[in-house]
């Protein structure tokens, strides 16, 4: 819904930027009796060029009672544009004529032709009508012409975000019929794991200790997994607002490499200089994001590799570099890997990277990527710098 108050001072804002003033107004307000005989035909045709556009037709599909009340709303649109008071109630009309019209789907350039031909018709209707000194009409018509740019730019405005707001919530709906589908999927298949070593618990008969154990290891492996996609969306639904405390960088890294172990086969590097300042944020939350960069790195480098881990210190930030040798991404990979849902891995939801970089944005930090095709990727996080104590 729109804020009144809001649409009032942007109108007011425009009528500086056309320079509208009290004289407009009057001089504008003058016209109404003049023009009043004419209002009949101007909207007759109005109408009638309706008529002659299938595009701009085709929304009219409350037959005759329908265009006797579009004849009488215009009507009255014309008269409240030369009555002279230009208040909120007049603005959020305006604004409403451009919603009515994307609720009905009329296209806005037929919203702009058809104020152009009410333009035309309404100077002509002034030429024949008026009475007074040339120069005064000049006048006159500068300010209608001030006064209708405004009411097409207003109605612009409504159309604009009335598309916005219907694109978001389309895009919305698909996000969530994605994710919907990402998440049936990621957890059908330890479910379903599940589900055959409990049928196997239940009916083998005379099962081995041994068999009993690997079902139930796999049982405790599966449901791991199944929480692991839960946690990986609550993570991503709301995260609350990070507290922010100084943090010890160095043994915050080496607690997300406990917590995500990369695995035998890969050599673990971390390099972190003497006297690196504490960093700025909020542990908790930043132990996700920099465990997710840990496991994609981890992910990059199925058949073994190195993993680098680079703290350092730089003007007022500190900066976390995750280097691996693994496989790298290509351009197209590059530009889309921080999207939500976006994965390049045959499991997983492809939010790992979107929540490091919500959490990294709301701790207010940065993050880059830079990456070569079959030599690696390195991820850089800049934080700020925790401040020493004393110097605040
Ligand atoms: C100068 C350009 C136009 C102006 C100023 C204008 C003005 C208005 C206004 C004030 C309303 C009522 C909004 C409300 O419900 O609050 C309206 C509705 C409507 N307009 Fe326009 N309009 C214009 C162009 C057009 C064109 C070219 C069409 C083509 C078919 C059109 C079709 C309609 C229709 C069908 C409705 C809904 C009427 C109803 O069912 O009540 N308008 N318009």
Redesign the pocket.
């Known amino acids: 819904m729109i804020d009144a108050g809001g649409l009032y001072e942007r109108y007011k804002e425009l009528q500086s930027y056309v320079g509208w003033t009290e004289e407009d107004a009057r001089r504008v307000a003058a016209t109404a009796t003049l023009l009043e005989p004419y209002l009949y035909a101007l909207i007759e045709d109005f109408y009638a060029e309706?008529e002659r556009h299938p595009n701009?037709?085709k929304?009219?599909t409350?037959g005759a009672e329908?265009i006797a009340?579009?004849k009488g709303?215009?009507t009255q649109?014309i008269r409240d544009l030369l009555s002279g008071a230009y208040d909120t109630t007049y603005v959020t009309?305006r604004w409403?004529?451009g919603l009515?019209?994307v609720e009905?789907g009329?296209e806005q350039v037929?919203?702009n032709v058809?104020?152009s031909r009410?333009r035309t018709g309404l100077v002509q209707s002034l030429h024949e009508s008026w009475r007074g000194a040339g120069r005064d009409l000049k006048e006159t018509v500068r300010s209608l012409d001030k006064l209708l740019d405004l009411?097409l730019a207003i109605?612009e405005d409504a159309y604009q975000a009335e598309y916005a707001a219907r694109l978001q919530r389309t895009e919305r709906l698909a996000t969530l019929g994605q994710v919907a589908g990402g998440v049936a999927h990621e957890l059908r298949n330890p479910l379903n794991v599940v589900k055959t070593s409990v049928y196997y618990l239940v009916n083998a008969r005379n099962p081995t200790d041994d068999k009993k154990t690997e079902h139930l290891r796999r049982i405790e492996r599966n449901v791991e997994l199944a929480d692991g996609v839960i946690t990986a969306l609550s993570n991503f639904a709301r995260l609350p607002l990070p507290e922010m405390r100084p943090i010890d960088l160095e043994s915050m890294m080496r607690e997300v490499l406990e917590l995500n172990p990369p695995g035998d086969r890969i050599e673990v590097v971390l390099n972190s200089p003497p006297g690196l300042p504490g960093g700025l944020g909020d542990a908790s939350q930043l132990r996700i994001a920099l465990g997710n960069l840990v496991r994609n790195a981890r992910d990059a480098m199925t058949q073994g590799g190195r993993l680098e881990i680079s703290l350092r210190s730089e003007a007022d930030r500190v900066v976390i570099e995750v280097a691996d040798s693994g496989t790298g991404m290509d351009e197209a990979e590059l530009v889309r890997i921080m999207e939500p849902l976006y994965t390049t891995k045959t499991r997983g939801l492809g939010l790992g990277l979107a929540i490091t970089r919500s959490i990294i944005d709301k701790n207010q930090g940065t993050i880059q990527v830079e990456s070569q095709s079959g030599r690696g990727s390195t991820f850089t996080v800049r934080l700020f710098a925790a401040p020493v104590e004393g110097d605040q």
């Open positions: 309706i701009a037709r929304v009219i409350g329908q009340r579009l709303t215009l649109w009309r409403k004529v009515r019209h009905i009329l037929y919203t058809a104020l009410l009411d109605i």
